[in-house]
């Protein structure tokens, strides 16, 4: 059993910056790397940044330089700080986790999603 819980998302201004929150909980031996996704309106879901447990991060080219994705391991937390945020930005977020669990069974797990809309 491991829930993922986001925050953060809301109504931001062109040029704006949120920050939203993944808090992972439940029966985790381990989260192999957590990622975030996002998934416009009539569009396909798609990886935003990605973060390992070491701290190796990659990011989708649309967000580099204005995106940074970090973690907090003693929390089983992932952030991701959204700066220069524009319209395209809008979308549904997604926070995802590769966790090692129970008897040592890898599986993969989303949250629920928050909404950003940034508006022009």
């Known amino acids: 059993q491991v829930q993922l819980v986001e925050s953060g998302g809301g109504l931001v201004q062109a040029g704006g910056s949120l920050r939203l929150s993944c808090a992972a909980s439940g029966n985790i031996f381990k989260i192999i790397h957590m990622d975030w996704y996002r998934q416009g309106t009539g569009k396909q879901r798609e990886v935003v940044a990605a973060i390992t447990s070491g701290g190796s991060t990659n990011y989708a080219d649309s967000v580099k330089g204005r995106f940074t994705i970090s973690r907090d391991n003693a929390k089983n937390t992932v952030y991701l700080q959204m700066n220069s945020l524009n319209p395209e930005d809008t979308a549904v977020y997604y926070c995802?986790?590769?966790?090692?669990?129970?008897?040592?069974?890898?599986?993969?797990?989303w949250g629920q999603g928050t909404q950003v809309t940034v508006s022009s």
């Open positions: 995802h986790a590769d966790i090692l669990g129970l008897e040592w069974r890898r599986s993969d797990y």
